[in-house]
């Protein structure tokens, strides 16, 4: 067996054990991250990583404070080309044809961003840089900072970088929970930015492009890494899929997909590839997943047919590329970043990303229950023997951020129509508050 085939399972295997047990019902309601999980190069088997299973407790929190000593040495924005055979050097070539994707509520986004004449914006993800150009185009002197852990869309955005003056659109690449580093290397300081825009899930780029698997209508590998293999301990749906067992699978389903299925889906997922080998391929995947399903159809919100295996692409995908621990990242890197009155704007496709907009914007705890009423609330304080106290009190009234809007906003029925991807987008922005 290969390093990289045996190195790939275990790392699965620890990250369903830090999903397992009472840490579901955090994931679910917090999606907070844990602590990272330490470096397997050989395994034999499952056993053999039990020691290490055991070991990993407790939470990680990311530092979001200002970052003091040298700057990070790593490549968090160099070219990526050595991350993927074939894919970001082709960026260039590709460079027009991603610029065809159609951003989504880009009117309500100007108006909560009102972008100004010398105002920082960070565009949290670039993807085809829809957003940024008509951030640029709304106002030509303000300065963007475009990132995405795509290393394809980095390309786009060194491409835009080059039609503005110098240090106007700075391209970076990384994660959300690498933006402290990637700031401070660029010379940010925390409580500088005016606003800060997300575009969650993945983008029209990703899902058009062939060979990233994350597309049920294509027949691609199953990969579905959005930074193309830039981590070297990553995982792909291929590794997923063929290494976990019924238990596990059914969780991520459930959890990420949120698919009353998930456990049908698991066993025939897991009997296929004890019957006729290795899954490999997406068309193989959705196969299998319609097998489940004997015929039923499935409608969208424009009463389209939808594949029955989108629910689950969506949590592999979500699994693979860790994304919810991301975002739940990237807002607490945000608050930090913002100045006083600074706007953060949170685009988001399904349910699951936008309980976290709207947990960390509403002043929700994190660990708190769904849809508890103030009365449910004092009574738990009270069970937990706190007292009202002044410090209580004033800790329960002030809020980091005050919502933009009452409700969450979504495209008008024109836009629905022209772009039927943003059907389901739901757009939440806040007020980073002067008052903590």
């Not at 990233?212 to 995982?235: A, H, T």
Request: proline share 4%; charged share 25%; aromatic share 8%.
């Amino acid at each position: 067996m290969g390093l990289r085939s045996c190195v790939q399972p275990a790392w699965i295997i620890r990250k369903c054990w830090t999903l397992s047990g009472i840490r579901w019902r955090h994931l679910f309601s917090a999606m907070q991250p844990w602590l990272p999980l330490r470096n397997i190069t050989t395994c034999t088997s499952r056993d053999r990583l039990l020691p290490y299973l055991e070991s990993i407790s407790g939470k990680h929190f990311l530092q979001t404070r200002s970052h003091h000593g040298n700057g990070s040495t790593s490549d968090l924005w160099n070219s990526p080309e050595h991350f993927s055979d074939g894919g970001p050097i082709q960026a260039v070539e590709t460079f027009e044809e991603g610029a065809r994707h159609s951003p989504v509520m880009v009117t309500q986004v100007l108006e909560l961003l009102n972008p100004k004449n010398g105002k920082l914006f960070i565009d949290m993800t670039f993807g085809s840089g829809g957003h940024t150009k008509a951030i640029l185009s709304e106002n030509p002197d303000t300065q963007v900072i475009c990132l995405d852990r795509d290393p394809l869309a980095y390309c786009y955005a060194q491409e835009l970088a080059k039609s503005y003056r110098e240090g106007q659109v700075l391209a970076c690449l990384g994660k959300f929970s690498e933006v402290p580093q990637i700031l401070y290397q660029l010379g940010i300081i925390p409580g500088s930015v005016d606003g800060i825009l997300f575009d969650v899930g993945a983008s029209s780029m990703q899902y058009d492009q062939r060979g990233r698997g994350f597309s049920v209508s294509q027949d691609d590998p199953l990969d579905m890494r959005m930074d193309q293999g830039r981590d070297p301990d990553g995982v792909t749906a291929m590794d997923v899929v063929n290494f976990l067992s019924v238990q596990e699978l059914r969780e991520i389903i459930k959890k990420y997909g949120e698919d009353r299925m998930a456990k049908d889906i698991a066993y025939a997922v897991v009997d296929a590839r004890h019957v006729a080998g290795k899954i490999t391929t997406t068309q193989q995947l959705a196969e299998i997943i319609e097998s489940v399903f004997k015929g039923k159809l499935l409608r969208d919100k424009l009463n389209r047919k939808s594949h029955v295996a989108t629910r689950t692409f969506q949590a592999l995908r979500i699994f693979v590329n860790n994304e919810l621990n991301e975002i739940n990242n990237g807002l607490e890197v945000s608050y930090n970043y913002l100045r006083p009155g600074g706007v953060c704007a949170g685009i988001s496709f399904h349910s699951l990303e936008d309980r976290i907009f709207k947990r960390h914007f509403h002043g929700i705890d994190m660990d708190e229950a769904k849809n508890m009423s103030s009365k449910q609330k004092s009574r738990m304080l009270r069970d937990h023997h706190q007292k009202y106290d002044k410090e209580l009190i004033e800790s329960i009234l002030r809020r980091r951020w005050i919502p933009a809007s009452r409700k969450v906003i979504t495209p008008d029925v024109m836009e629905v129509q022209e772009n039927p991807r943003s059907r389901s987008a739901k757009l939440r922005a806040a007020i980073k508050s002067a008052d903590v």
